[in-house]
């Protein structure tokens, strides 16, 4: 226990390497920036060297500073979770894409609030991966290869595309019966590498090396997925977060093939967090809806 700097000066530590702030560490802990600059001071004389550079912009963390903001972090976050039951709340924030959460997360989290009445739910949506020693997230669904250092991840389902549009641009260009016949077409989002995934899928050689063609970029299937549906094009979506607008007729999925890029939608949380009760549950509800609506 002698080798433990005071706890006061390690809350504020976590709190300054999170916002990156003296002033913003101030207010979240309801002390003055000079109280927040003297604990700072304090630990670095106890540690025998600097924890942040200031500079005139704000403060940097230095090798020292970024050693150990992790640990503090996620010591802190075992503490938290460890008397927030004593509290009688509980709360879980969530950050995700926003075709996941509009199309898919969004109409299972009112089952899972109601599964666990006691906690407050709260979702944040953004393209943004998002640091978790720095913001208020719990947990977060990401899009990738599952290599995020220092997190722990667990897959959900992989990724899977292939072309949608409108009924009435069939109707304009008349019925699709060989995915050749995609080429002409207007692309949405054009240059998608996806594309030329799926063309490959499809047994589809393009005709020539052609110039970019010109196009919408919309930067997220929910957005592409509206542009199609208003006949702009040909979006690349993956099916599974569009069964409701094929089931009614709104888009068109003209060919039973698919393509994949290798990638998959993972859960992860700092590993510290493993055992809070709130995330114990979400995960558990999270894998059985994954398994569920891969198998349906």
Not at 10 to 38: E, H, K, N, P, W
């Amino acid at each position: 226990m002698d080798n433990l700097p005071p706890l006061a000066a390690l809350r504020v530590f976590d709190s300054a390497a999170r916002l990156m702030s003296f002033t913003a560490a101030a207010r979240d802990l309801g002390m003055t920036q000079a109280g927040v600059s003297y604990q700072i001071r304090l630990l670095e004389e106890r540690l025998g060297g600097p924890l942040f550079l200031r500079k005139p912009t704000g403060i940097e963390l230095t090798a020292l500073g970024t050693r150990l903001a992790r640990p503090t972090h996620e010591a802190f976050d075992l503490l938290r979770a460890a008397y927030a039951p004593a509290r009688g709340t509980d709360s879980l924030s969530i950050s995700t894409l926003p075709t996941l959460a509009g199309n898919w997360l969004s109409q299972r989290l009112g089952r899972f609030q109601m599964d666990n009445p006691g906690l407050a739910v709260r979702l944040e949506t953004s393209d943004r991966v998002v640091d978790f020693t720095r913001e208020d997230i719990d947990v977060a669904i990401r899009l990738g290869d599952g290599n995020w250092p220092g997190l722990t991840a667990q897959r959900l389902f992989g990724v899977e595309f292939t072309p949608m549009l409108s009924p009435a641009l069939i109707e304009r260009h008349g019925p699709l019966t060989d995915p050749a016949q995609i080429l002409p077409l207007p692309w949405i989002d054009p240059e998608e590498p996806g594309w030329s995934l799926w063309l490959a899928e499809a047994g589809v050689t393009r005709i020539c090396d052609c110039p970019p063609r010109p196009g919408l970029w919309l930067g997220t299937q929910i957005h592409e997925a509206r542009a199609a549906m208003a006949g702009d094009g040909v979006a690349l979506l993956s099916p599974r977060f569009f069964r409701f607008e094929l089931a009614t007729g709104s888009l068109v999925q003209p060919f039973p093939i698919t393509a994949t890029n290798g990638k998959a939608y993972w859960l992860v949380y700092p590993p510290a967090r493993r055992n809070r009760p709130s995330i114990r549950a979400f995960r558990r509800f999270l894998m059985a809806e994954a398994t569920a609506d891969e198998a349906g």
